[in-house]
């Protein structure tokens, strides 16, 4: 493992820091609290500060020599609804709120690399530290791009990081192509006529319906997807009636689709309301199907993943690189800024993911261990992409 000396000899401070924000978790958009301790510390380093960019976001700029190059390296600052069961000392004190994604690890370790490249300066450009609100479902990554983030801070190339438990702590997975699915929802109302259960030729039956539209749906997936295209398509919800004996008149599904790329969710979107109206006109119900698009899926950009296996293979060696890893089907709106410029998404291992220590779970903590790991990599990320001619 090659963590830069400067950042290992700081390895306490950043569990300091990462454990601070750990035990002030905040929610979508109200990252008060955290995007200020962000803020005030790259003011203190020197570094140019911007508040308030997609609501709650913070923008630092370290420019060094003369080259118009431009990259953003992004970190995400939000935690999740949930109470945190962990009874360490830093354990969340924000009821029903948590760092159980690891947020607080992946802006941590962004402060670290920017306290290094601001004192160093040993590339050739600028970077632009992007942290952002609201990952978990919000759209804090559209919030700060609508809000001119590009205008305001060019940049060639994006970069971004989450720590993902069951990979060993020292490694990376980095590659090409699809790496997070998108994630939509969608809502159907059945409108039939409510009858006596007794007499149903009187009614027509929304729930016969409903059960038949969720049999069909799953033929999207096993029947006319191309098996090598990954895509999820689950019903969540199925609500009707009221009594033993009463047909009711209408019967309400929602459910999600995931898929890893732009074609098969533009399939589903399209095929999940082609049979709605097939299976209601066979029911003689009538069909009201909305779709809601969600984040899009993460592609990384194969020039840029280049760039990030170089990087990491700087610090946990070629072996610590893993690039036979499959996709994850969960969601991730970093997505949004590889769309605008080509980008990169890398895993961090967190460790083994033992004793609910996985994403979103209320026994889940960062590994402090990864911090001057991932710092160590932003910097070398930084020195690789922006290296001086
Ligand atoms: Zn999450
Ligand atoms: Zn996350």
Request: proline residues 6%; negative net charge.
């Amino acid at each position: 493992m090659n963590i830069i000396d400067d950042i290992r000899a700081r390895q306490s401070e950043l569990s300091r820091i990462r454990r601070d924000i750990h035990a002030y978790p905040e929610l979508a958009f109200d990252e008060h609290r955290t995007g200020d301790v962000v803020a005030r510390h790259l003011e203190a380093l020197g570094i140019e500060t911007h508040r308030g960019i997609g609501r709650t976001g913070v923008v630092g700029v370290i420019r060094a020599g003369s080259s118009t190059r431009a990259i953003g390296l992004r970190a995400d600052m939000d935690a999740l609804p949930i109470t945190e069961r962990n009874t360490f000392e830093h354990c969340s004190r924000h009821a029903g709120r948590m760092h159980a994604c690891g947020h607080d690890g992946h802006t941590t370790m962004l402060l670290g690399a920017a306290e290094y490249l601001a004192k160093h300066r040993n590339f050739d450009g600028t970077v632009v530290l992007i942290f952002q609100p609201a990952e978990e479902g919000e759209g804090g990554a559209p919030a700060m791009l609508a809000d001119g983030l590009l205008e305001r801070f060019p940049f060639e190339m994006v970069f971004g990081m989450h720590n993902w438990p069951g990979l060993p702590v020292g490694s990376f997975g980095v590659f090409p192509g699809p790496v997070m699915a998108s994630s939509d929802q969608w809502e159907i109302h059945l409108h039939g006529r409510g009858a006596h259960a007794a007499m149903p030729q009187q009614g027509l039956d929304p729930i016969v319906a409903g059960a038949a539209l969720v049999q069909s749906l799953q033929s999207l997936i096993t029947r006319t997807r191309d098996p090598l295209e990954p895509a999820v398509l689950s019903v969540t919800q199925f609500h009707a009636g009221e009594a033993y004996n009463a047909i009711p008149d209408r019967a309400y599904l929602m459910g999600t689709v995931r898929a890893l790329s732009h074609n098969e969710r533009d399939r589903l979107e399209h095929a999940i309301g082609v049979v709605t109206d097939g299976i209601a006109a066979a029911h003689g119900v009538r069909a009201e199907y909305t779709y809601r698009r969600g984040y899009p899926p993460t592609i990384n950009d194969a020039a840029a993943a280049a760039v990030c296996a170089q990087a990491a293979a700087k610090v946990a060696g070629a072996t610590g690189v893993l690039a036979n890893l499959r996709p994850s089907m969960g969601a991730e709106d970093f997505a949004y800024f590889a769309q605008a410029r080509p980008g990169c998404y890398v895993w961090i291992g967190n460790g083994p993911g033992e004793g609910g220590c996985t994403l979103h779970n209320p026994n889940y903590d960062f590994n402090d261990e990864a911090l001057p790991i991932g710092a160590s990599y932003w910097v070398r990320l930084v020195e690789t992409a922006l290296a001086p001619a």
